[in-house]
C-alpha cells in the first residue's frame, strides 16, 4: 500500500484502526494465524473452517482410544509374558471370534468418521449462491487477485498483484545479515506472511473463489478458509468461503512452483461489508481514473486478459 | 538333517571365485548379489541421508544461512528419489535375494544372470542422477513426484527420466525374478500357504511392481516427449492437461507406497513370532491381508490429489477407499500384537526394532486414517503434517523393518554375532531421536507451514528447532549401525550357531552359520512344525 492519494492514507488508517479494534475484540481471529507452539489445527474464521478443526479432532481423539489400547495391550503382553519372567509360549495361533470382532470394529468406526467427513465435504463443493465472485491467479511467485462480481453487479477493472512484502523479501535472502524477527507489523511478526497488497473482501459474504493458474501449478492456502486448493494452468477451480470475523488472514502457497514457492504468502484482509462497499468504490474509482497510470497499483504490471492462459 | 555332509564335500569345487571382479561383478550368486544390494542401499542411505542433515540445517532456524531456495530443492527432490530408489527399495530386493531362496528350500534365484543385470544397472542410474548435482543448470528442482509444468522447467530431466528408466528395469526384472523364484524353486512340501510370511509379502509386492513400473515409466516418458519433442501430453497450450500426469504418477505412486512397506510387514511378521517363541497369529488373516492391501493399493491414488479440484463423486470415492485400507492394516497390527500375547518374550535388537516398528508404523497410520477424511485433508494437504505422516511410514516403517532385518540375519549372512549392547545403543538412539525428529512435525503442519520451503515464518522455528536437533541426532545414530555391521562383519569373535534365535524356526535356521556360498542343492525336506508360522490348518 504504497498510494500517496489522500483516500488510500485515509483506508489505510481505517483499515489499521478495524484491524487493531478486530484484534481486541475478536481474540479468536488473530488465532487463525499461526503462532509459536502451536500444537493443533486453526478452528478458522470462516463458516465452513470449523468443519475441517472438527473431523480433525475427532479422529484424532478415535485414534488415540484406538492408539492406547492396542500399545495397551501390547505392553502389557511385552510386561506379562517375558521369558525372564518364567512365561512359557503358548500354542496357539488362531481364534476366528476374536479376528471376526476386530475386523468389524474399525469398519464400524470408519462409517461413523465417513458419513461426519461426507456431510462436511459435500457442503464444501456447493459453491452455488455465492455473492461475490474473486479470480485468484497464481504466478511465479505472486498471485493476482481480479474483484469480477460483487452483489450480483460486475466489478469494474479491480484486480492486482499481491507479492511478498519489501521487508521480507529484504530479510530472506541469503546473508542478508537482517533478522527474521524484526519483520513486525504492531506486534505481530508477518516474516514471509505478508505481502505489498493483500486480498480485500468482506465479511458475511458468500464468496465464490475461481483459481488457476499462469504457469506452474500453485496452490492457494489460507488456513482461516479451512480448505486449500489448486490453481493449475489450464483448469478453473472454484471453491467458497464466507468469513465471519474481520481481520487479517494469513496463508502460503502450498504447492512447491519453484525456487520462490516459500515466498509467495496470500494475504486476506475481511473488512465489515459497509468498509469494504468503500474500499472497492475507491479502487473502482482509482482503476476508472487511470486510464491514467499513476494509480495505487503503480507497482503492479500491466493486468492479464482474463481466463488464464494457455 | 543330512543337509551339511552334502555341503561340505561340495564346498571345494563350488566356493566363491576367487578375483574380486569375478565375484562381486560377475556374479550369479544369489548371496552375493543379495549383499551388493545391501551395501548399495546402505551407501545410498547415507547420500539420502547426508542431503536430509543439510535440508534439516538450512531448517534450523528462520532466514536462509545456508543455501539459495533452488539448491534446497534440489536437496528435497534428491533426498526423496535417492531414499525411495536407492534405499529402501534395493534393501528390500537385497533381503529378498539373500532369504527368498533360503526360505523356500531353493538352490538360487530362478534366473541368475538377470540377478546380476537387475543389480548393476543401479549404480550407473544413480550415477546418472546424482551427477546432475555436478552439472550446470543443477539437479531436478521440482519434487520426486516431478509434477508438470514445474519439472519442465528443470534442465536435468533427460537424465533423472532415463535414470527413472533404468531403476524401473532393475525394479521389472527383481520382480520377476522373483516370481519366478517363489513360485517354481519351492522344495517340495512347501506349498504356497506353508511359505513364511516374507516370502508372500515379496511375491505380492513383485507383481505390484511389474504392475506399476511401466505407468511411472510412461508418465516420465511423456514428461520427456513434452520437453524436447514438442508433445502436450501436460501443456494445457497445446491441449493436455497437468493433472493427466498426476493421475498417472499416483496410480504408480500409490501402490509404490506398498511396494515400500509390504516387505516390512513380512520382515516383522518374521521376527516377532522368533522372539515370542509362539507362532504368527492368524497366519491366513496375516497373508490375505497383504493381498487385500495390494489391491486395495490400485485404487486409491487420488487421494494424493484431494487439492486439484476433483469433482466431488471422485473425492468421496478415493476417501472411502482409502479409508477401507486400515481394515487389513489394522488386522495385521492386531495380529502381531496377539502372536506376542501369551509367547515367551525376549527383547534382542531385532525384536526392539520390530516392537517400534509396530508402535510407530501404527501411528503413521493414524495420521494416514486422518489425511484421508477430505475435510481435514483440505488443511493438512502439502503441509509438515503430510511430512511427519510418510516419515512416520517410511523411516520408523520400512527403514526401521530393514534395520530390523538386518539384525535378525546378520548373524546368519556373516556367521558372526554383532554386539548385542551396541545394538541396542542403536536402537534407543534411533527410537528416540526419530520421534525428537518427526513428532513436532506434525504440529507444524498443523500450524500452517507448507512443505518444500527452505525459509518460515518464526512462529514455526521452536518445532523446528527442535526437529532440525533430532534429526541431526538421528542422524548421527546410524554411525552407530555402521560400527556394529563393520565390527560384526570383519571383527566379531563371538560365532553364530546354526539356529541363532532360540525360537527361530523356518528353512533358513537349517542351513550352517555363515550360509555357505551354495544351499540346498538338493532339496530339503520340509517338517511342518519347523515352520515359522506353525499349523495353517489349525
Known amino acids: ?310 | 538333517m543330512s543337509y551339511a555332509a552334502t555341503h561340505d564335500q561340495h564346498d571345494d569345487h563350488h566356493g566363491a571365485p576367487k578375483s574380486f571382479f569375478q565375484r562381486w561383478c560377475m556374479s550369479t550368486n544369489h548371496k552375493d548379489i543379495g549383499t551388493l544390494y545391501l551395501v548399495f542401499a546402505l551407501t545410498m542411505f547415507f547420500i539420502g541421508g547426508s542431503f536430509a542433515m543439510l535440508i534439516r540445517a538450512e531448517l534450523f532456524k528462520p532466514g536462509l544461512q545456508l543455501m539459495q531456495p533452488y539448491f534446497f530443492n534440489e536437496l528435497t527432490t534428491m533426498h526423496a528419489l535417492v531414499m525411495i530408489f536407492g534405499a529402501i527399495m534395493p534393501a528390500f530386493v537385497g533381503l529378498g535375494n539373500w532369504m527368498i531362496p533360503l526360505m523356500v528350500g531353493a538352490p538360487d534365484m530362478a534366473l541368475p544372470r538377470m540377478n546380476n543385470l537387475s543389480f548393476w544397472i543401479l549404480p550407473f542410474a544413480f550415477l546418472l542422477m546424482l551427477s546432475t548435482l555436478f552439472l550446470p543448470g543443477g539437479g531436478p528442482a521440482g519434487g520426486w513426484t516431478m509434477y508438470p509444468p514445474l519439472s519442465l522447467q528443470s534442465n536435468s530431466l533427460a537424465y533423472v527420466v532415463f535414470a527413472i528408466h533404468l531403476m524401473g528395469i532393475s525394479s521389472i526384472m527383481g520382480a520377476i525374478n522373483i516370481i519366478a523364484t517363489i513360485l517354481n524353486m519351492r522344495a517340495p512340501g512347501m506349498d504356497l500357504m506353508k511359505m513364511p510370511v516374507f516370502v508372500w509379502s515379496w511375491l505380492i509386492t513383485a507383481f505390484l511392481l511389474i504392475a506399476v513400473m511401466p505407468a511411472l515409466a510412461g508418465a516420465v516418458t511423456m514428461l520427456l516427449t513434452d520437453k524436447y519433442f514438442g508433445t502436450n501430453f501436460f501443456n494445457p497450450g497445446g491441449g493436455g492437461d497437468p493433472v493427466l500426469y498426476q493421475h498417472i504418477f499416483w496410480f504408480f505412486g500409490h501402490p509404490e507406497v506398498y511396494i515400500m512397506i509390504l516387505p516390512a510387514f513380512g520382515i516383522i511378521s518374521e521376527i516377532v513370532p522368533t522372539f515370542a517363541r509362539k507362532p504368527i497369529f492368524g497366519y491366513k488373516a496375516m497373508v490375505f491381508a497383504i493381498a487385500c492391501i495390494a489391491f486395495l493399493s490400485f485404487i486409491v491414488w487420488a487421494h494424493h490429489m484431494f487439492a486439484v479440484g476433483l469433482p466431488l463423486g471422485a473425492e468421496v470415492f478415493f476417501m472411502y477407499a482409502t479409508m477401507l485400507i486400515s481394515v487389513p492394516t489394522g488386522v495385521k497390527v492386531f495380529n502381531w500384537v496377539a502372536t506376542m500375547w501369551g509367547g515367551s518374550m525376549t527383547f534382542e535388537t531385532p525384536m526392539l526394532f520390530s516392537v517400534a516398528f509396530i508402535i510407530l508404523f501404527t501411528i503413521g497410520g493414524f495420521s494416514g486414517l486422518m489425511m484421508a477424511l477430505v475435510p481435514a485433508d483440505f488443511q493438512y494437504h502439502d503441509t509438515y503434517f503430510i511430512v511427519a505422516h510418510f516419515h512416520y511410514v517410511l523411516v520408523t516403517g520400512a527403514l526401521f523393518a530393514i534395520i530390523a532385518a538386518a539384525y535378525y540375519w546378520m548373524p546368519k549372512w556373516t556367521g558372526n554375532m554383532y554386539s548385542e549392547f551396541w545394538g541396542k545403543v542403536h536402537f534407543w538412539c534411533s527410537v528416540v531421536f526419530v520421534n525428537v525428529l518427526f513428532f513436532p512435525q506434525h504440529f507444524l503442519g498443523l500450524a500452517g507451514m507448507p512443505r518444500r520451503i527452505p525459509d518460515y515464518n518464526v512462529a514455526f522455528a521452536n518445532f523446528n528447532m527442535i526437529s532440525s536437533i533430532g534429526g541431526f541426532l538421528f542422524g548421527a545414530s546410524q554411525l552407530i549401525f555402521i560400527g556394529v555391521l563393520i565390527h560384526c562383519v570383519f571383527f566379531s569373535k563371538k560365532k553364530a550357531t546354526d539356529r541363532v534365535w532360540e525360537g527361530a524356526k523356518g528353512l533358513e535356521w537349517t542351513v550352517p552359520s555363515p550360509a555357505p556360498y551354495h544351499t540346498f542343492e538338493l532339496p530339503p525336506v520340509i517338517h511342518d512344525d519347523e515352520l515359522a508360522h506353525g499349523h495353517v490348518n489349525d
Open chain 1, 1 to 310: 500500500m504504497t498510494s500517496g492519494s489522500i483516500r488510500h492514507h485515509g483506508i489505510r488508517r481505517a483499515f489499521t484502526t478495524l484491524t487493531i479494534g478486530a484484534l481486541a475484540l475478536f481474540g479468536g481471529a488473530a488465532q487463525a494465524n499461526p503462532h509459536s507452539w502451536q500444537l493443533n489445527l486453526t478452528r478458522g474464521a470462516s463458516t465452513w473452517s470449523p468443519v475441517p478443526y472438527h473431523l480433525n479432532n475427532i479422529s484424532l481423539a478415535v485414534c488415540t482410544v484406538i492408539g492406547l489400547l492396542v500399545f495397551g495391550a501390547m505392553f502389557i503382553a511385552m510386561f506379562r509374558f517375558r521369558k525372564s519372567r518364567g512365561a512359557v509360549a503358548e500354542k496357539w495361533s488362531h481364534n476366528t471370534m476374536v479376528e471376526v470382532i476386530w475386523t468389524t470394529i474399525p469398519v464400524l468406526i470408519l462409517i461413523t468418521l465417513a458419513w461426519l467427513a461426507t456431510a462436511g465435504l459435500t457442503s464444501w463443493a456447493d459453491t452455488t449462491g455465492s455473492q461475490m465472485t474473486v479470480k485468484v491467479t497464481g504466478y511465479q511467485w505472486k498471485w493476482r487477485y481480479d474483484y469480477v462480481d460483487y452483489l450480483g453487479k460486475p466489478v469494474n477493472k479491480v484486480g492486482f498483484m499481491s507479492k511478498l512484502d519489501q521487508q521480507s523479501d529484504d530479510t530472506r535472502q541469503l546473508d542478508s545479515g537482517m533478522d527474521p524477527y524484526a519483520v513486525k507489523v504492531g506486534d505481530e511478526n508477518t516474516y514471509l506472511l505478508n505481502v505489498d497488497k493483500p486480498l480485500v473482501v468482506p465479511a458475511d459474504t458468500k464468496i465464490r473463489f475461481v483459481i488457476t493458474s499462469g504457469d506452474v501449478i500453485h496452490s492457494w492456502w489460507v488456513p482461516a478458509t479451512g480448505w486449500k486448493i489448486d490453481a493449475i494452468p489450464g483448469i478453473v477451480n472454484s471453491a467458497w468461503t464466507n468469513f465471519t470475523t474481520p481481520g487479517t488472514y494469513r496463508g502460503q502457497c502450498a504447492e512447491l512452483c519453484g525456487q520462490d514457492h516459500g515466498f509467495m504468502p496470500i494475504v486476506v484482509v475481511v473488512k465489515s461489508k459497509a468498509d469494504f462497499a468503500t474500499w472497492l468504490a475507491g479502487q473502482e474509482a482509482a482503476a476508472g481514473a487511470s486510464a491514467a497510470p499513476q494509480t495505487a497499483q503503480a507497482a503492479a504490471p500491466a493486468p492479464v486478459p482474463a481466463g488464464g492462459q494457455g
